[in-house]
């Protein structure tokens, strides 16, 4: 049933179902309605019935709906602004309280909502289509049987222009993928969650004016199992292979904890270069604050026997110790002060032959051993061989020797401790990790090559050097006597 005042429509519904519209009773014949009702209507003629939906005819007889914008739209048994002001004013005390509360919604003209119709929002947007993409990935990994699914977790490590570690708080980022997955497209997702993670993060400000390069060709891949690491040779490695041929290869080179093939869990790090803006101090306009480091400063001469002053100032040192704390973590930490190691020069001419001589000790498979003298005790100094190696591979080389150095110390110490207590005697063991640091040049001495050098190390151009790379090992010496005396 509808009634027509001056200012409003009241409509209700009639028990048929059907829709009248009758008179109102200030302007129209009541002779349909019964006494009780023409009563009722003259005491309280612009009083509407509960449940009645209230509008102008003019602002509410047409309410459009548009997808996307429920604002400009009146819903089923909502009113609008005027309507509701009208009802609070007329309806009583107990009808009110039967009222539910409404959003307010301001009367539109049909022309605001014909223009806005065409910026509604598409199923095409960015987050449909991501919430889309994982839908689809966790229906494809529910058809794959659990002992089928690896489960990859992806960490982060920063390495400035100096080759130097910089450890990232984020936390690492795992994610499901098939056994039959490439290990291409894991690492493409992953690194894109670490790489919007971590510019999003606060742990990007924290040195003043760095670019970050994700770039696959940039960034160093490894694998982590506890403490050890395993340097992942992207020149080499297949990464169009699957997700479980890289399982086998880890777990057969006894870089997987019995946890992670229990788990079927894979580990890796990419260690991500960034490289510190250069500020102009003669440029007023340059207001960037200057990054502080701090550097302990060492110069490197070229002979065991005689030290010259150079006449240029002293190349900077770095240098890097491995702290070990009492639940057997490590931590890298990088030591002031002003100190001078000698290097002897000329030692290369000597490798080939494999003769100690002229400071050369010895070689292995990837390193070379030379003698130094460091605070005036002699000392160990080892560098990988440029041939099986580069400036980078070398600095992560020896940072996790040194590392594996410090915890084998930790075991062969508990286990001293565990033999003692057992009143067991054994064989001394010891390794040499006492005051062994990581020593790198920031300021390249003068020299007659490169570094690193990339031609074979007994070339004639490069029988003086002292260093091929500038980033190396020093070990202490350890004493031997009785039947270990050589």
Same mark, same amino acid.
């Given at each position: 049933? %509808?009634? %027509?005042?001056? *200012?409003?429509?009241?409509?209700?519904?009639?028990?048929?179902?059907d829709q009248k519209d009758v008179p109102s009773p200030e302007h129209g014949d009541n002779a349909h309605l019964t006494g009780l009702e023409q009563d009722k209507k003259a005491s309280n003629p612009t009083k509407p019935k509960q449940g009645f939906s209230l509008g102008t005819q003019r602002e509410c007889e047409t309410r459009p709906q548009i997808n996307g914008f429920a604002i400009f739209g009146l819903p089923s048994g909502e009113n609008c602004a005027k309507c509701r002001v009208f009802l609070k004013e007329n309806l009583t005390e107990l009808e009110m309280n039967t009222i539910q509360p409404v959003v307010t919604v301001a009367h539109t003209p049909n022309s605001s909502l014909e223009n806005t119709a065409g910026n509604a929002p598409s199923l095409d947007s960015m987050s449909l289509l991501m919430a889309a993409k994982v839908n689809e990935k966790k229906a494809r990994l529910k058809e794959v049987h659990q002992g089928q699914l690896f489960t990859v977790e992806l960490s982060m490590m920063l390495i400035d222009e100096n080759a130097k570690h910089h450890k990232c708080q984020l936390s690492p980022f795992p994610d499901m993928f098939a056994a039959t997955d490439p290990?291409?497209?894991? @690492?493409?997702?992953?690194?894109?969650?670490?790489?919007?993670? =971590?510019?999003?993060?606060?742990y990007s400000h924290q040195f003043p004016g760095a670019s970050?390069? =994700?770039?696959?060709?940039? &960034?160093?891949?490894?694998?982590?199992?506890?403490?050890?690491?395993?340097? #992942?040779?992207?020149?080499?490695? *297949?990464?169009?292979?699957?997700?479980?041929?890289?399982?086998?290869?880890?777990?057969?080179? !006894?870089?997987?904890?019995?946890?992670?093939?229990?788990?079927?869990?894979? &580990?890796?790090?990419? #260690?991500?270069?960034?490289?510190? *803006?250069?500020?102009?101090?003669?440029?007023?306009?340059?207001?960037?604050?200057?990054?502080?480091?701090?550097?302990?400063?060492?110069?490197?001469?070229?002979? @065991?026997?005689?030290?010259?002053?150079?006449?240029?100032?002293?190349?900077?040192?770095?240098?890097?110790?491995?702290?070990?704390?009492?639940?057997?973590?490590?931590?890298?930490?990088?030591?002031?002060?002003?100190?001078?190691?000698?290097?002897?020069?000329?030692?290369?001419?000597?490798?080939?032959? !494999?003769?100690?001589k002229g400071g050369y000790l010895l070689k292995g498979f990837y390193k070379y051993a030379v003698s130094a003298r460091f605070e005036g005790k002699q000392v160990a100094l080892f560098m990988q061989k440029?041939?099986?190696?580069?400036?980078?591979?070398?600095?992560?080389?020896?940072?996790?020797?040194?590392?594996?150095?410090?915890? !084998?110390?930790?075991?062969?110490?508990?286990?001293?401790?565990?033999?003692?207590?057992?009143?067991?005697? #054994?064989?001394?063991?010891?390794?040499?990790?006492?005051?062994? =640091?990581?020593?790198?040049?920031? @300021?390249?001495?003068? &020299?007659?090559?490169?570094?690193?050098? /990339? /031609?074979?190390?007994?070339?004639?151009?490069?029988?003086?050097?002292? @260093?091929?790379?500038? %980033?190396?090992?020093?070990?202490?010496?350890?004493?031997?006597? !009785? #039947?270990?005396t050589k």
């Open positions: 049933m %509808t009634y %027509t005042s001056e *200012d409003h429509t009241f409509t209700t519904p009639t028990k048929s179902g290990i291409e497209a894991a @690492l493409v997702q992953l690194v894109k969650k670490v790489e919007t993670s =971590f510019l999003q993060s606060q970050y390069d =994700f770039s696959f060709s940039s &960034c160093m891949l490894q694998a982590l199992s506890g403490r050890k690491t395993y340097s #992942i040779d992207k020149g080499t490695f *297949d990464f169009k292979g699957s997700l479980e041929s890289l399982f086998l290869k880890l777990r057969s080179s !006894g870089y997987l904890s019995k946890t992670d093939q229990d788990t079927r869990k894979i &580990c890796l790090q990419i #260690i991500v270069p960034f490289s510190l *803006d250069s500020f102009d101090d003669d440029d007023p306009s340059s207001t960037a604050s200057k990054p502080q480091r701090k550097r302990k400063h060492s110069h490197v001469d070229d002979g @065991l026997s005689q030290i010259s002053k150079p006449s240029k100032p002293k190349p900077n040192l770095s240098s890097t110790v491995c702290r070990l704390f009492p639940n057997g973590d490590t931590e890298f930490e990088e030591l002031p002060g002003d100190y001078e190691i000698e290097v002897p020069k000329g030692w290369s001419q000597y490798a080939q032959g !494999g003769v100690p440029p041939t099986m190696s580069s400036s980078v591979l070398n600095s992560a080389a020896l940072r996790s020797e040194l590392d594996l150095l410090v915890q !084998g110390n930790r075991f062969a110490q508990s286990f001293r401790e565990r033999a003692f207590a057992a009143k067991a005697h #054994i064989p001394k063991l010891e390794y040499n990790v006492e005051n062994a =640091f990581l020593g790198m040049v920031t @300021l390249p001495f003068q &020299c007659s090559y490169d570094l690193p050098m /990339d /031609d074979k190390i007994v070339e004639a151009s490069v029988t003086e050097a002292s @260093l091929l790379f500038d %980033t190396f090992l020093v070990v202490p010496l350890l004493q031997t006597k !009785g #039947i270990y």
